[in-house]
């Protein structure tokens, strides 16, 4: 079973930066695409990108110029550089891995992010 840890989360100002970290953890880790999702307040769950193995990314196109999205395949983590923030990013956010053996998805349990004025 692979688990997921997302960290790095806070309270920051608006216009400053926060890095969050996933970090897969289990035995024989084989993962597939990673993804990074955030729900707000009374929003439904959005997708924010997403990274393949061979480290192609994509984004939501409202985020693509403040978000980047990198991976570390030998520490098994993904990473969401967050800048220039604004009080619309407050949300949870949430990192998910497909594991490729067994083939499931695996969700982490979220990182709280808010921006304040």
């Known amino acids: 079973q692979v688990q997921l840890v997302e960290s790095g989360g806070g309270l920051v100002q608006s216009g400053k930066s926060l890095r969050l970290s996933c970090a897969a953890s289990g035995s024989e880790i084989r993962l597939g695409i990673m993804r990074w999702f955030r729900q707000a307040p009374g929003k439904q769950r959005e997708l924010v990108g997403s990274?393949?193995?061979?480290?192609?990314?994509d984004y939501a196109e409202s985020l693509k110029s403040r978000f980047t999205i990198s991976r570390d395949n030998a520490k098994n983590t993904i990473y969401l550089q967050m800048n220039n923030l604004k009080p619309e990013d407050t949300a949870i956010y949430y990192c998910?891995?497909?594991?490729?053996?067994?083939?499931?998805?695996?969700w982490g349990q979220g990182t709280q992010v808010t921006v304040s004025d």
């Open positions: 998910a891995a497909m594991v490729l053996w067994p083939r499931y998805t695996s």
């Open positions: 990274i393949t193995q061979d480290g192609a990314v």
